[in-house]
């Protein structure tokens, strides 16, 4: 297991989260709530938060409270329409020496789920990861009957607890029960008997995105030496700084402060170095190049931006990302920490369909918790069917 000191926790224990846009929680009167389900790290409330992906699958998290010495989490999954979630756990044993993680572990003691001090059986833990494991169906039901009211949720291994705090808990499965349609109905999970009453919805299907043939390592086809110079010579002329990506509206050329001349950032760069500035293409295929600036850097994060050249219409390129992080045989990646220590996460991919990089899966890996480096949990807000060549 990662391990993170005492000292980190110390110093980090008040950072938050990845923020998010402040809403009003429908149906309840959960102060300090935020976000929405199908965006970034989603609508959080407290110690808990829930995601949603475009098939209306949704994870509900929660977390030991920050100030905890054992860390740990507990996700419920449920796509539309099902009746029970399924509940993942992740105990992290971040705080102990590696003699008392191979005590603990020596002791074969059985990880007991305890709600208000009452016993409801042994976890099933994963035998290939440790630390990780799977609460029952029953188990799940006891928890979710307990999400009304002020519960405590502690897993027990030998003298050792982990404790899942209940804060925001009822409010984020409240409004996972709202996002699906579940308010006032049979399979609702906390508001069967709320008077408002919806109509369920049914899980949506997944877009299909068909890998087209890109070039990659080992038959890569360098850019000659005279289109090479023709792009170089041209590029800055041909980006266009108004241009939105295909992330949407809300990112625009503006985001790219060092190709953008309106910008302070691009002006101190250039005054201080022109080296800084330069383009790098990458060839697609035998008719696109990828036309990569690196566009913002910050104390933990940088972004590059990614422009698709046609070399049927060189002088209109299409503006794929401003955040980018790598190129790879097709496709591209975003990927940011929430902060410094690493141990929360953003990413989403783009790939190549032989027309465009049409974006394949978009996704947090849960709150800043110290739980785990990397983050606990893949919580996607964007989910697609990838079907490569020849399949």
């Not at 994870?59 to 419920?76: C, F, L, V």
């Not at 982990?162 to 349609?181: C, H, N, P, Y």
């Not at 408002?196 to 360098?222: E, G, W």
């Not at 991919?349 to 990089?357: E, I, P, Q, R, S």
Request: charged share 20%.
């Amino acid at each position: 297991m990662r391990q993170l000191s005492k000292r980190f926790v110390v110093q980090n224990q008040l950072v938050k989260a990845l923020s998010a846009s402040v809403v009003g929680l429908m149906l309840n009167n959960a102060y300090g709530a935020y976000g929405d389900p199908f965006e970034g790290s989603g609508f959080v409330s407290d110690d808990w938060h829930v995601v949603c992906d475009n098939t209306l699958t949704c994870r509900a998290a929660g977390y030991t409270q920050e100030t905890a010495e054992w860390r740990g989490s507990i996700m419920m999954t449920v796509a539309a329409g099902e009746k029970i979630p399924s509940t993942q756990v992740v105990l992290n044993y971040w705080e102990s020496s590696n003699e008392i993680i191979a005590q603990i572990e020596g002791q074969n003691a059985p990880v007991e789920l305890w709600l208000d001090d009452q016993y409801f059986g042994k976890v099933d833990l994963n035998t290939d990861e440790m630390g990780r494991g799977r609460l029952t169906t029953a188990q799940t039901k006891q928890l979710i009957d307990k999400a009304r009211k002020h519960t405590k949720i502690v897993f027990k291994r030998g003298e050792y607890q982990w404790q899942i705090s209940d804060k925001g808990m009822r409010a984020v499965l409240l409004k996972l029960d709202e996002t699906q349609g579940r308010v006032g109905t049979p399979i609702a999970l906390v508001s069967k008997r709320h008077s408002k009453q919806q109509i369920p919805k049914t899980a949506i299907a997944k877009p299909v995105i068909k890998k087209a043939f890109a070039y990659s390592d080992k038959n890569n086809q360098p850019i000659s030496a005279s289109r090479l110079t023709y792009l170089q010579n041209n590029i800055s002329k041909w980006v266009d700084i108004d241009a939105e990506s295909l992330m949407g509206s809300e990112q625009v050329m503006g985001d790219c402060e060092l190709v953008n001349p309106k910008t302070q950032v691009y002006q101190s760069r250039q005054e201080y170095s022109s080296s800084l500035l330069g383009w790098e293409f990458v060839p697609v295929d035998d008719r696109h190049t990828l036309a990569v600036h690196s566009c913002w850097t910050g104390a933990y994060n940088f972004g590059a931006g990614y422009w698709l050249i046609d070399h049927r219409k060189p002088s209109n390129p299409k503006l794929i990302t401003t955040a980018g992080s790598d190129y790879h045989e097709g496709k591209i990646i975003a990927a940011h920490k929430g902060r410094g220590l690493g141990d929360c996460w953003s990413m989403t991919n783009w790939l190549w369909d032989g027309k465009t990089f049409a974006k394949t899966r978009e996704m947090t890996t849960g709150l800043c918790r110290l739980i785990e480096a990397g983050g606990a949990w893949q919580m996607p807000t964007y989910v697609s069917e990838v079907i490569k060549p020849n399949q």
